[in-house]
């Protein structure tokens, strides 16, 4: 193998999994270590300047670098858990104080730029957040009369209370934006014809997939679609709902239905599913939410029909089915020839998918669409295929979720900002990279390296019968500061990095005798593959990267697969010579703004 | 020294032996000894060797003296008897406990100063008496706990970090094992451990006095330009002799592996258990003490370091032979066979008459 170069970025990057997999790449490290710190403030504005809205997304985000979390691979026993690192974010959000002063002020100079966001949801605003304090003057679009998107519309108070969106909601249309709230756009010829210099489609995914079986349509008073039932709830359109409530789909919208449907009226609320319980959309936590509300899931039922009685809703019929999977492992469900099933109810609610919906783009603009009716958008630059027009959140590639969404958001803000000063929106900013020692006395690391051993911990949650009671109080309580400490502590610290220095190593195997997961290996060198095998623990999980030296006196290189590296330091506390040091890698992307522009770009980060 | 402790988990894949145990089992506490010190190495390589030979950590006794060398029982086998006794007066305790527990597993652990200066008269005589054991001399030339004077075992010629030329001729602890009888007596490095566990697996299954002298490279104060104690250096003049490959062989199991002939020594011992040797010195034969004696020297006066199992006898008598001792351990006696009574004594004394 090649010696691995450690001066791209993206090499120690990977090695921080969290911070890898989360689209918005937050140095997630970084502001776990502030809350042990009990230092709110910083880590909420980590976060802040990262991902637009911790209080939101401490809450409710998909968390998708918890999957990632090195902690999932290297625990022990049974349980083998990552850091509760969304719930750490809300922590900081919690118990933070007064920001304000922190954010960013309103330009005082104006650009003359004028740029229109269409949708005041979480992609939207996250422009807004980037551009606006740079001068440019944003014109907000939504149909709502509050910004927020789906994030107001879609996610119930009892895990989103409201006070926490307005607030961060605040924050940004506090830059000086000009909002058009409650004004619903019906056509982006009349957006493009008010002359502006870029147009942003934040809009979401907004309408609900109906369910078209017999019925429907004469049983209609009392089956809804989920999205719009929720976005009434959530403007108190809707107070109630009948004692009998199904509730159709596998996702986190059916998930949030059934649990609104228990605190609204609904006394026996079901779920009904036609997959199976794995492989339902919804986050396996929401799904454990609705279990403890004792709402049941029931899976692999087709929905056959609506039973009515004159247009009274009374019941549905499903078809059990099975799952089976062919040869290439694709799904198939099949009917098991039992007797269909059916049960009563008074009301439906459908949460079978969301779709994109563009009526109000004329299709004459220039704006190509493929054959499903979605944009052709630019995964990079999120640029469509009209100069000056740019897509992003749900809008731009079909529904994901809020951290997705974000991330989209700054990436069109820089080519925003990047096309108004007349530059090329392909050449992409490097990110802000740091690398340094964190050595602090001859066996102190600036960071806590013992490894603790805890399990992770459970977010308390309000009693059940006093939650159900109230949509508008939350569930979940959150982390105590004593307990958020412990948590933290759980945190491997991924981005103290383990830096090998060959010249410096007399080889004397002192960080092969002491690494608890038998991470380093002195050996000849080969090709990847075998290498791999030979080394003290065979590195079998591919996705993780070995580190690799440049030839040592003995001939020999040193080898570290950096699959289960606990970053414990202890390599580097035995080594005599500091050849091993850890050095914390600080990695922050590159927003719109003076150092987003050409000569800032990073060598082979180019949108196709 | 580290302050925390080494953290309890360990590699997904991390293996078992055949007792359950993991590599980890047979750790100890977190050393405190200085950072690259070649100690730990072997250390690690006794808790290797252990765990391969799948011993109960509670059949295993370690005895250690006093130094850097002597502090490492702490730092492997946790769950193991240790006894940590006065300078140079391990031989001794370990010869009272094997002569009263002869079913324990003795591993002797010495530096250099402690078994060729202060205690040179006691590793003489424990060797001459064929104690049943593993003797593993931690030989790193210096005395690093008192700053770095030259121990006994320094080359003459040799520098010390400070400059200073050594005058006085080295104590060779392999020439002085196979005089006075060691039946089994090998020189290793602590950067080697691909040579070394094996060593240490060999000697623990060879039922004699077993010597290992292991080179390890004091990093605080001999491993400087001028020392021939450092990596450096031994790694430059590592003369290996052999190389147990084959691993050992318990008895009656049937070796399937095959090997060119001529380059392979077979050692079946005294249990039936065989040591398969890789020659890598065409001429050595490790069944010759005096030939062994002559090999060591000639190259020691070249400046090379003679590694690999130097001599074994597969057939060694032990203390225990020699004294024609009760066969099973003391403790495992009644106060009836230990004071058999006024009329056995009678018996023997009218026998003396």
Redesign the interface.
Known sequence: MKPTDIRDPSYFHKVVDCQWACPAHTPVPEYIRLIAQGRYDDAYMVNWYSNVFPGVLGRTCDRPCEPACRRG????GQSKEPVAICRLKRVAADNKSDIRARLPKAAKQKNGKRIALIGAGPASLTVARDLAPLGYHLVVYDQDPQGGGMMRTQIPKFRLPESVLDEEVAYITDLGLELRLGQRVDSLKAVLAEGYDAVFVGCGAPRGRDLDIPGRAQAAAHIHIGIDWLSSVSFGHIDSIGKRVIVLGGGNTAMDCCRSSKRLGGEDVKVIVRSGYEEMKASPWEKEDATHEGIPILNFLVPKAFIHDNGRLTGMSFEKVKAEYDAKGRRRLLPTGEPDQHFECDDVLVAIGQENAFPWIERDLGIEFDQWGMPKVDEVTMASTLRGVFFGGDAAFGPKNIIWAVAHGHEAAISIDQLCNGEDIRTRPAPMVNLVSQKMGI??WSYD???S?DQRFKVPWNDVRVTLKNIKLEVEKGFDAATAFKEAQRCLNCDAQTVFSASLC?????C???C????ITFTANAEEDELRQRLN??A?NSAQDLYVSTTL??GRIMAKDED?C?H?G?CA?????GAWDMQKFFLEMTHAGPSCRDKHAAPGRKAA | ??????????????AANKLGYTR?DYEGKI?TL?????H??I??AIIQACWELDLEPHRVAKLSGIGCSSKTPDYFLGNSHGFNSVHGRMPSVLTGANLANRDLIYLGVSGDGDSASIGIGQFAHVMRRGVNMVYLVENNGVYGLTKGQFSATADQGSQSKRGVVNSDAPVDLVALALQLGATFVARSF??D?AQLVPLIKAAIVHPGAAFIDVIS?C??FN?HAGSTKS??YV?GHNEPVNRIDFDYWPKREEITVDYPAGEVISVTQHDGSVLRLRKLAPDYDPHNRITAMNYVQEHQAKGEVVTGLLYVDPDPEDLHRHLNTFDAPFNTLGAKDLCPGAAALEKINAALR
Do not use: F, W
């Open positions: 691979r290297v625990e022990d066996h102190e390296n013992e490894v051993l007399i080889e004397c195997d002192a092969v005798d002491i608890p997961m038998d991470c623990a065979p079998l006196k003995t289960v606990l414990c202890l506390e035995r080594c005599p010579t | 020294m580290t302050y925390i402790a080494k953290p309890r988990l360990h590699h997904p894949t991390l980890r050393s200085c950072a690259g010190c070649g730990d190495s250390s690690a602590s950067g451990k490279p990093v605080a491993n990596y450096e790694r």
